[in-house]
């Protein structure tokens, strides 16, 4: 799988661990939430960057305040029908401040790298032959919203609300004028 982050190609620093296999001294390792909950102490102990894989049906609510110890959370879209890993990338976002990466992986598909962004996933494992201006573009297909996101964005309904009335419209227009 290739990784881009940052709209960018970016070398994968981390090393995926199976449960049981061991760690290699001084990589950054990526490791499953049950072994991350049965090993916290020693994986912490390592003093390297750390990483949870998350499935589609465990909450990051279960990481708790450790959430913050985290480099990497990965979320698994085991297929593109399953939005439950839109909502823990928000949640991890908005709810718990996570600060850290968050890495999309499974079926990560172009048509929703888009929506990915919106909810705070800034990583995605991309199938090999993936192009970075099919990315790129893929972000730019659309640029007004009606969702509020975790990112930056304005929605329409903020925008209506923020217009101006017509008359106050003009009175700007004349002060511009002058």
């Known amino acids: 799988m290739s990784l881009i982050k940052n709209g960018a190609f970016a070398e994968n ?12 001294l001084g990589t950054p390792v990526i490791v499953s939430l049950k072994r991350w909950q049965a090993e916290r102490e020693a994986l912490v102990g390592r003093n390297v960057a750390l990483g949870v894989k998350l499935g589609a049906d465990q909450s990051p609510d279960a990481l708790g305040d450790d959430v913050h110890r985290l ?31 968050i890495r999309a992986t ?4 172009r048509d929703q790298w888009l929506f990915m962004c919106r909810c705070g996933i800034d990583a995605f494992e991309v199938k090999p032959g993936t192009r970075i201006e099919d990315f790129r573009a893929a972000l730019d297909e659309q640029t007004v919203f009606y969702q509020p996101a975790s990112d930056a964005v304005t929605n329409v309904l903020a925008l209506r609300r923020d217009r101006r009335s017509p008359s106050a419209r003009r009175r700007a227009f004349a002060d511009a004028a002058q």
């Open 13 to 24: 620093v981390f090393a995926s661990l199976a449960d049981g296999q061991e760690a290699p």
């Open 71 to 101: 480099a990497l959370i990965v979320l698994e879209f085991p297929k593109f029908r399953d939005g439950r890993g839109y909502s823990w990338a928000r949640l991890l976002r908005q709810r718990l401040g996570f600060k850290g990466e």
């Open 106 to 109: 499974g079926e990560v598909l």
